[in-house]
């Protein structure tokens, strides 16, 4: 079961009901910047391993300014689409509310477990880039290689590294996907659950995918069941070069 570390308590939470009832995840980004994009992103990640374990989730963003654009950033960066007023919530007897934010947990509305996400810091010589959605999938992969409560630095090497990566893995799924399938090593799901499980451990789950890759003992088939199992909450497209020319 998913656990996540409350920054109202310091405690770790489940944060699904014990009866897999409706979790209400309510997404707090002010404005546009590489930290809301970092929000949103933790929120996705949490909607996602949810609703693998079998909970249903209602998602809305509470942005009182730059909303089109947050929504507009959110589909680019592969974010699941948001749900529109909370009422609605209620009424389908939302059991418990999860709030993901930067900042203060101490201002969250209402009751209900923080997610606290740390700062993007943009480390390069100049400022970002006007467009720092230009590889969107490259973007989600830095992201996604630092826990939420660490700082991330991003600078444009940290950001061609991880374009680097996804063009390797994506070629390499390509290549595996044209052997027979196998399925995904229960030791090797093992890992996966229990890394992100584990307060959405994102770091664990990347490690996991580079070991599966390197692993002279496992078929390709079951290699390629795994990197497609992953993306199912990585959505980093790594199926995409399927078919295309070797």
């Known amino acids: 079961m998913l656990q996540i570390l409350d920054a109202r308590t310091g405690e770790p939470v489940p944060a699904a ?136 630095r991003l600078d444009g090497a940290a950001l061609a590294r991880a374009a680097g990566q996804l063009a390797d893995w994506r070629r390499a799924v390509a290549g595996w996907a044209r052997r027979p399938s196998r399925p995904v090593p229960e030791a090797v799901r093992t890992r996966l659950r229990t890394a992100w499980e584990d307060d959405l451990g994102l770091p664990g789950v990347l490690d996991v995918l580079r070991d599966v890759a390197g692993d002279p003992e496992l078929a390709d088939g079951a290699r390629f069941e795994t990197y497609a199992y992953a993306d199912r909450l990585l959505a980093l497209d790594l199926v995409r070069d399927i078919g295309s020319p070797a």
């Open 17 to 152: 009901p014990a009866r897999r009832g409706l979790t209400r995840i309510e997404v707090h980004a002010p404005g546009l910047d590489p930290t809301a994009l970092r929000v949103l992103l933790t929120a996705d990640l949490l909607v996602r391993s949810l609703e693998l374990g079998g909970t249903p989730v209602w998602t809305i963003l509470a942005a009182p300014r730059d909303q089109p654009e947050l929504r507009t950033a959110a589909t680019r960066l592969a974010i699941r689409p948001f749900e529109d007023g909370r009422d609605l919530a209620s009424g389908l007897g939302a059991a418990q509310a999860i709030h993901v934010m930067t900042g203060d947990p101490a201002t969250a509305p209402g009751e209900g477990p923080v997610m606290a996400v740390a700062p993007v810091v943009w480390a390069g010589p100049a400022s970002p880039p006007a467009d720092l959605l230009g590889d969107p999938a490259a973007l989600r992969l830095a992201l996604l290689g630092v826990r939420r409560d660490d700082p991330v």
